[in-house]
């Protein structure tokens, strides 16, 4: 599935990730967890493809797919997807034109014509009801005016509306309070399954109490330094980070 | 920041993507040698069959132009004009009755079929009657009778003067009048042809009504005259777009448009603008240089919607004069300017009856090199007690190197009166792409669907028919861009 060796990145002169190695395999969830500066959304960046950061050194392969030879938009229709840690707001395009601007690019590499009305309006009020997105923010603008908790329910809509291979969910547990964690988590852990993996990045353990991982990893300076079970989350929870430096 | 450099790609690419209209058509033309004296206004109004009225309005504007300056406050700069070296007339030569559209010239069908604008398709699907002027002089109307069973005239301005003259002498140059300013006396110095619509007492219009004009021989001036009559309590739905083939000199477009909206009648006016805007260098374009006003009665609504994306140099203000009390007065705006284009535009809302209300919002998008001015005057006079303005002005930015500037103009007199104005400049979000390349869609379209969101609140204004071409329109003008 996904294999990230030697991952070195930049960004302008600063060296955030130094040597990263992961491997995540199908229907696997793994969480990415660490201290702030850790280079924990440096990494789910350069997964996307952001521009601003150079990848100076190292691999990344998706299902045999080099993914740093590809634009940011080929990623995602190889079936990447990131759930922004910050949702950006587009005024004046609306959620579902938006939606279906993103399935039918992603069709449209795979060869196929674009979505039917019929069977997109079935999957937009599957994928919805799924996070409890309700009509009105359906229709809304993209992330326009959204709460906070109402955008992390939005990326989550989308992310099932495009059924990635590969989820990375960058702190997606931020700004949420405990109901809305509550119904996103539900949302991911529906969508899980044997050939989807996900990455989840979280500074907290609480979040993990809801999705529940099969491998935690510590990202510190760049590096993976620890890497264990579900456990080794509590043992954070409870001791910090200073430990392992 | 590697941004940067993906900006620069994308504006390169720009410069390197032709203007998608450009192709002449080849058809007789019966043009005048250049220069402007009052000859040649005699011999244009000769060649038209015009009463002696007219001759003499035309003479006293040439006389009034000849005296006047052209004008140098507006923010854009371009080559003095030679107007004694354009040619002031152009008809087509084959001039024939045409009974059906298998009389018109194959050629000009070509062309229209090349602007997706085929009449037949017109007339058979979308219900809107075409008033095709090609170089100034109508060579295809149709819907003609439909209307005029109701009572409604749409024809050329030269046919209404031939058909219609006691309505066209009562209202031609009551809004704009030949003095108002040097491209207007010039404009009713030389008019060739326009459009001129009539609707009667309380008559709703039942179709939107089209013309596309096209200036198509090298050379030659357009100066078309429109004249748009609404009488009490009637509605029309005015369309007027444009589009114009690729030249290397510069054309001069000095058109004027006047709107007479009678009590309680209401005029909606949309106009898509797509002239040539010349190379990416600044080379050629259309000097689009136009005066459009209208006046509303008593509890009359005028609104003006525009989606402006060519034109090397654009100079433009389409007005209201609010003199009837509880009238309304609207402008939607969108101007995209590119490379090296400059448009100066905005609106003038006149306030003097009582409970008058205004409405403006001007949506900006600059991109390349191009300088993109909003100038607005909302001016609330004494009698109008009450009178209410509300003016959004946006700006868009795709690049570091184009200008986006806002020159509003507020002269208030009555204390009554509430005016609002708010004003953003933006520039498109790298995060926005971002978000939605990850998403999967391609740069290009994610610039597509931000601009058109952007811009939504004035799309949604254009009538139907309208709104598709424009939105393809923003999508081709800005198309490989940073947008």
Redesign the interface.
């Known amino acids: 599935m996904l294999k990230i060796k030697n991952l070195h990145a930049k960004v302008?002169d600063n060296e955030i990730l130094k040597g990263l190695n992961l491997e995540v395999g199908p229907g696997e969830v793994h969480a990415i967890m660490g201290p702030n500066g850790s280079g924990k959304s440096t990494l789910a960046a350069v997964l996307?493809?952001?521009?601003?950061y150079?990848v100076t050194e190292g691999e990344v392969e998706l299902d045999g797919v080099n993914l740093l030879d590809l634009?940011?938009?080929e990623r995602?229709?190889e079936g990447v997807?990131?759930a922004?840690q910050y949702?950006?707001?587009?005024?004046?395009?609306s959620n579902l034109?938006?939606?279906k601007?993103?399935?039918n690019?992603?069709r449209s590499?795979c060869g196929l014509d674009p979505i039917k009305p019929k069977e997109f309006l079935a999957k937009v009020k599957e994928c919805s009801s799924l996070v409890e997105l309700d009509g009105r923010l359906r229709d809304r603008?993209v992330n326009e005016g959204f709460s906070g908790g109402e955008k992390k329910r939005n990326e989550i809509f989308?992310m099932a509306m495009?059924e990635p291979k590969l989820a990375v969910l960058d702190e997606t547990d931020s700004g949420l309070d405990i109901d809305a964690l509550r119904v996103v988590s539900k949302g991911v852990n529906k969508m899980r399954s044997k050939d989807r993996s996900f990455i989840v990045i979280t500074h907290y353990q609480r979040l993990l109490n809801h999705i529940v991982p099969d491998f935690v990893h510590v990202l510190s300076d760049g590096k993976i330094v620890k890497s264990g079970g579900k456990e080794l989350a509590l043992e954070l929870d409870e001791k910090g980070y200073d430990w392992l430096k | 920041m590697m941004g940067q450099t993906e900006e620069e790609k994308l504006i390169d690419e720009v410069t390197a993507k032709s203007y998608e209209f450009g192709f002449t058509t080849d058809i007789d033309s019966d043009t005048i040698p250049p220069g402007l004296n009052e000859d040649v206004i005699r011999t244009i109004s000769a060649k038209k069959d015009e009463p002696q009225w007219l001759l003499d309005w035309r003479l006293e504007a040439f006389r009034i132009w000849s005296e006047m300056e052209e004008p140098d406050w507006a923010h854009v700069n371009y080559p003095k004009l030679d107007l004694q070296a354009i040619s002031y007339y152009s008809a087509p030569k084959k001039k024939v009755e045409l009974g059906s559209l298998d009389e018109v010239d194959p050629e000009l069908l070509k062309t229209m079929e090349k602007l997706g604008i085929s009449i037949e398709e017109q007339k058979r699907l979308s219900g809107v009657a075409v008033d095709f002027v090609m170089d100034s002089v109508s060579v295809a109307t149709s819907f003609k009778e439909k209307l005029g069973e109701l009572g409604v005239i749409f024809c050329s301005l030269g046919e209404a003067i031939q058909e219609h003259p006691d309505l066209v002498r009562k209202y031609l140059g009551t809004v704009v009048p030949q003095r108002d300013n040097y491209y207007a006396a010039l404009n009713s110095a030389v008019f060739t042809d326009g459009s001129f619509c009539y609707i009667p007492k309380g008559v709703r219009c039942p179709m939107e009504l089209s013309t596309y004009f096209r200036i198509n021989q090298a050379g030659t001036g357009q100066f078309e005259r429109t004249l748009v009559i609404a009488d009490e309590g009637s509605y029309v739905s005015y369309l007027e777009g444009c589009t114009a083939p690729q030249r290397d000199e510069n054309q001069l477009h000095a058109a004027v448009v006047e709107i007479i909206s009678m009590d309680e009648a209401e005029v909606k006016y949309s106009t898509v603008q797509n002239w040539y805007p010349g190379d990416a260098k600044g080379v050629g374009g259309v000097f689009n240089f136009v005066t459009k006003r209208g006046i509303c009665h008593r509890a009359a609504k005028i609104s003006w919607t525009q989606v402006e994306t060519g034109s090397a140099v654009t100079w433009k203000y389409p007005s209201c004069i609010l003199k009837g009390d509880d009238s309304i007065g609207e402008f939607f705006s969108v101007a995209v300017t590119n490379n090296m284009q400059q448009a100066d535009t905005g609106t003038k809302m006149i306030h003097l009856g009582k409970r008058t209300r205004s409405t403006i919002i001007s949506k900006g998008i600059s991109s390349g090199y191009s300088q993109n001015s909003y100038r607005g005057l909302v001016q609330i006079h004494p009698g109008a007690e009450n009178a209410r303005n509300f003016s959004v002005c946006d700006s868009l930015l795709m690049t570091d190197t184009c200008g986006a500037h806002t020159f509003p103009y507020i002269e208030v007199k009555n204390p009554t009166a509430q005016v609002e104005h708010e004003a953003t400049t933006s520039k498109i979000g790298e995060d926005q792409i971002f978000y939605c390349q990850q998403r999967g869609i391609e740069e290009e379209e994610a610039i597509g669907l931000i601009v058109k969101g952007y811009a939504k609140e004035v799309l949604n204004k254009l009538p139907m028919e309208f709104a598709v071409e424009a939105q393809k329109l923003l999508t081709i003008s800005l198309e490989g861009s940073v947008g």
Request: glycine letters at 12%; zero cysteines.
């Open positions: 302008g996307a493809g952001r521009e601003a150079e634009e940011a938009t995602a229709r997807f990131l922004f949702p950006i707001e587009i005024p004046g395009v034109n938006f939606m601007a993103a399935i690019g992603k590499h603008s989308q495009l």
